[in-house]
């Protein structure tokens, strides 16, 4: 300190004040805090109210809450408004914030330990001398406090006086407040009318609010690439929410130029802020993949932050994972508890997974019972999906006794809207489970589901039009529903073309369809496609003859248990003239 700012502060602590703030505002503050310190020592709450801040935010002096706390206390209790202000916002964020942070009452990142208590003494005594900033705190106070300090209509009251006083957060909790008392169009537009002066102030839950608002024509007009701008400048400011909805902007291309990998760092952002929504569309971008492979592995970290933060969707793509084992080792267990996790949070899909699960003995008694029950509890309530699950669980026993009846009963009422229910309706019926059986009208519903296109329907309608079951053979069409299902990966059916082309049937015999076809099944592991194509291959029946090959194939069957396939390698080996060394592999 200069010699003339020793002996002026020395001689008068008004002086050293005038002195201090003058330095303060030529930012020269290693200066300015001695003189500071020299007035509040002297009783002066301005000067203590400029110790106190300085100390919390460490300007020209080693930060100390504590000596803030202790300063600004001093300069309160004296009655000056900013200090009780301030210590008001430093209660409420349990002493974690520092004046230059701009922080926010809307933010979410209220400290672990509040104070409501002493925060609600100091904003009251800075709301009652004028502090507009005062006011706003403690309407949030009312707002948001503990049950017991609650008081809307007041709070309502403190945040207009503060809105009127030019605070952004009064503006911000007026709008906030008076949304819960829209009745039109018109107080709509009032509530927009106070967030747009919050989100000029810069406060990031404001802009973000205004996003919403304007992204969907509420109380203003509607207008995507506006509201992209202000999901941008709250994302900017570090709203959460803004980056996921920035983020899911640019991803989307909605109001803005799409740009997929800004987007995704914008999504991750917000996810390691807590996010679980943007943590769960991270995942689910790697498991999907785009430009590059998925990384399953990548997607499981993403997925499991976003799962243990209660995603119910995030929660049942990491079972998936679990179940298949992409990204993350195999473990039934894990996959049932991930599952378990999304079906217990109300995800229909997970339940139904989840029962699956236990139809191959991958979880608990306990979670068999867990799940008949939702499954009823959803049926009973109309739930269509939700009667096609228990009408399965009542149809295999699943947490509940069998009672192919009641099974008959759920599916015929899923059947209405649910395409898989059509099927195994259709199949109970004409297999005659829970009914004297009907093999016209099974018939009739596995139709339904197959020109729905599903599959196992399609497969199991072919069937019963070769054999003539439940209606007239129909060779033709049970040909054609076949190719339509070989088409989509189905092995059975892909082996039924081979049988159907080899001759015996109302179609056109072509053997070197039909050995393609045995062969495209006995690649995927159908046993008697294996059998049927060694025997192709060792008569030579599609014009190719090849003992080898014919040999490795009949061997495959026995491998899988098909017993006809013996003779078959015995006869080869006789064709071949091999002796019984070869012969007692078949033994």
């Given amino acids: 300190m200069a010699l003339v700012d020793r002996v002026g502060a020395a001689l008068s602590p008004a002086w050293a004040l005038r002195r201090a703030l003058q330095k303060q505002a030529t930012n020269k503050p290693a200066i300015a805090f001695p003189l500071f310190v020299r007035a509040a020592m002297a009783g002066l709450p301005e000067a203590q109210f400029h110790v106190g801040r300085a100390y919390l935010e460490g300007v020209a002096v080693p930060q100390s809450r504590s000596e803030a706390l202790r300063w600004l206390t001093k300069a309160?209790?004296?009655?000056?408004?900013?200090?009780?202000?301030?210590?008001?916002?430093?209660?409420?964020?349990?002493?974690?914030i520092a004046p230059e942070s701009s922080p926010s009452l809307f933010e979410g990142n209220v400290a672990q330990s509040p104070d409501f208590e002493n925060a609600a003494i100091w904003a009251r005594r800075a709301a009652e001398n004028?502090?507009?900033?005062?006011?706003?705190i403690l309407g949030y106070i009312l707002t948001s406090g503990p049950e017991l300090m609650r008081d809307l209509e007041?709070?309502?009251?403190?945040?207009?006086?503060?809105?009127?006083?030019?605070?952004?957060?009064?503006?911000?909790g007026y709008a906030m407040s008076l949304s819960r008392r829209v009745k039109d169009d018109r107080d709509q537009a009032t509530v927009v009318q106070f967030l747009q002066r919050?989100?000029?102030g810069g406060l990031p839950t404001a802009l973000f609010l205004m996003?919403?608002?304007t992204e969907g024509g509420m109380g203003t007009e509607r207008d995507l690439p506006?509201?992209?701008?202000?999901?941008?400048?709250?994302?900017?400011?570090?709203?959460?929410?803004?980056?996921?909805?920035?983020?899911?902007?640019?991803l989307e291309g909605k109001g803005v130029e799409r740009n997929s990998a800004e987007g995704e760092s914008w999504l991750r952002r917000a996810a390691l802020a807590g996010d679980a929504e943007a943590a769960a569309v991270v995942g689910d971008l790697y498991a999907r993949g785009g430009d590059l492979p998925p990384n399953y592995a990548e997607a499981a970290i993403w997925f499991t932050r976003a799962a243990e933060s209660g995603h119910k969707g995030a929660a049942r793509a990491l079972g998936l994972l679990y179940l298949t084992g992409a990204g993350v080792g195999r473990d039934p267990d894990e996959a049932a508890r991930w599952f378990r996790v999304s079906a217990e949070a109300g995800d229909r899909q997970a339940q139904a997974d989840l029962a699956n699960l236990l139809l191959r003995g991958g979880a608990s008694a306990e979670d068999l019972v867990r799940t008949r029950q939702w499954f009823e509890e959803a049926a009973l309530g109309g739930d269509l999906v939700a009667a096609f699950n228990f009408g399965v669980c009542l149809a295999e026993g699943i947490g509940v006794e069998k009672d192919q009846k009641q099974a008959l009963h759920w599916l015929r009422k899923a059947a209405e809207g649910v395409v898989n229910a059509q099927y195994w309706y259709g199949r109970m019926l004409a297999e005659g489970r829970g009914t004297s059986g009907s093999e016209a009208e099974g018939r009739n519903w596995l139709s339904k589901a197959a020109q729905s296109g599903m599959v196992d329907a399609q497969v199991s309608l072919a069937e019963m039009m070769v054999n003539g079951r439940g209606g007239p053979k129909d060779h033709a069409a049970a040909l054609e529903l076949f190719s339509?299902?070989?088409?989509?990966?189905?092995?059975?059916?892909?082996?039924?073309?081979?049988?159907?082309?080899g001759g015996g049937h109302?179609?056109?015999?072509?053997?070197?369809?039909?050995?393609?076809?045995?062969?495209?099944?006995?690649e995927r592991g159908h046993p008697h496609a294996q059998m049927m194509l060694g025997r192709y291959l060792g008569r030579g029946l599609a014009g190719e003859t090849n003992h080898q090959e014919a040999r490795e194939w009949l061997e495959r069957a026995v491998a899988q248990g098909l017993s006809e396939a013996k003779q078959d390698l015995v006869r080869l080996s006789a064709a071949a003239g091999e002796g019984p060394l070869q012969q007692a592999r078949v033994s």
């Fill in 76 to 96: 309160g209790e004296a009655g000056h408004v900013e200090a009780q202000s301030l210590l008001a916002s430093m209660h409420v964020h349990g002493f974690t």
């Fill in 130 to 136: 004028g502090s507009a900033d005062g006011q706003a």
């Fill in 154 to 172: 007041a709070a309502h009251e403190w945040y207009r006086k503060a809105a009127e006083g030019e605070s952004p957060q009064g503006a911000l």
């Fill in 198 to 200: 919050a989100a000029d």
């Fill in 211 to 213: 996003a919403v608002v």
């Fill in 226 to 250: 506006k509201a992209a701008q202000y999901y941008r400048q709250a994302a900017e400011r570090g709203s959460r929410n803004g980056q996921a909805r920035w983020g899911a902007a640019l």
């Fill in 484 to 501: 339509l299902a070989a088409a989509k990966g189905h092995v059975g059916a892909m082996f039924a073309l081979g049988a159907m082309y």
């Fill in 506 to 522: 109302d179609v056109a015999q072509d053997r070197v369809v039909a050995q393609r076809w045995f062969r495209a099944a006995a």
